[in-house]
């Protein structure tokens, strides 16, 4: 049974900065092309950063120069550090494991906002 399991979000103030992190389980983590995704209210749910199992990654334009995506395969781990945060970042993000098949977390709340 395939998990992905986020967390790090929570509320912070425009300017700040948070990192999530997905952890992976039933998989064969080291050879998923990982991503985070976003989605606010009444919007649909965008990339945000995505890295493939060789490393590279793809950013969005409004990530580019302030989320840095990365992995760690000896932990399962996707990671999404995020800086300079505005009140546009707010969303739920979602973790996203992907190769032949694609799997989701459940996602996880980020508020910026004073």
């Known amino acids: 049974q395939v998990q992905l399991v986020e967390s790090g979000g929570g509320l912070v103030q425009p300017g700040g900065s948070l990192r999530l992190s997905c952890a992976a389980s039933?998989?064969?983590?080291?050879?998923?092309?990982m991503g985070w995704y976003r989605q606010a209210p009444g919007k649909q749910r965008d990339l945000v950063a995505a890295?493939?199992?060789?490393?590279?990654?793809n950013y969005a334009d409004s990530a580019k120069g302030r989320f840095t995506i990365s992995r760690d395969n000896a932990k399962n781990t996707v990671y999404l550090q995020m800086n300079s945060l505005k009140p546009e970042d707010t969303a739920v993000y979602y973790c996203n494991a992907r190769r032949k098949q694609n799997y989701w977390g459940q996602g996880t709340q980020v508020t910026v906002s004073s």
């Open positions: 039933g998989i064969i983590f080291s050879i998923y092309a």
């Open positions: 890295m493939a199992s060789n490393g590279s990654t």
